[in-house]
């Protein structure tokens, strides 16, 4: 059954207030090489079923982080938002998450599925590398179609 678990390898900048796809570089796995890690950083299994889908953006601002939340974007549609963590105006600059959990069918074919997240602040906005703790994006098959 396909399977997948990435994670951001390397920071990624990004502009503030604006939705980017997360470039998970980093594979833990891939039990049916459907996942993309150096091109288009998505999934899109040759299996037609129910998928359970997660994943984590976790970031900051160098000046003042506002808010940061997550999507999922299925075959270039937006899908469904993950948690939305707005922070008081002026409060610093603490890294923080938002995630995203959630079921999806995939046709086997032409569907795929994608993470982006949005970071919204002053100053320098950036994803931070981690080593899979944050920062992640993984899915599942849970049901053939």
């Known amino acids: 059954a396909p399977a997948f678990s990435a994670y951001l390898g390397t920071s990624q900048t990004v502009t503030s207030a604006v939705p980017i796809k997360i470039q998970f570089n980093t594979e833990v796995f891939d039990t049916a090489s459907a996942f993309d890690s150096t091109t288009n950083y998505r999934f899109q299994p040759l299996v037609a079923g129910y998928y359970q889908v997660n994943g984590m953006v976790y970031g900051s601002a160098t000046t ?25 105006t002026g409060t610093g600059t603490s890294p923080s998450g938002s995630v995203i959990n959630t079921i999806i069918y995939l046709n086997g074919s032409t569907d795929y599925i994608e993470l982006l997240g949005t970071i919204s602040g002053t100053g320098t906005c950036s994803f931070t590398a981690t080593t899979g703790t944050t920062n992640y994006f993984n899915a599942s098959l849970i049901r053939s179609a």
Request: charged share 5%; net charge positive.
């Open 64 to 88: 003042t982080l506002v808010a940061i939340y997550c999507q999922i974007n299925k075959t270039g549609t937006l899908y469904q938002y993950g948690s939305v963590l707005n922070v008081v």
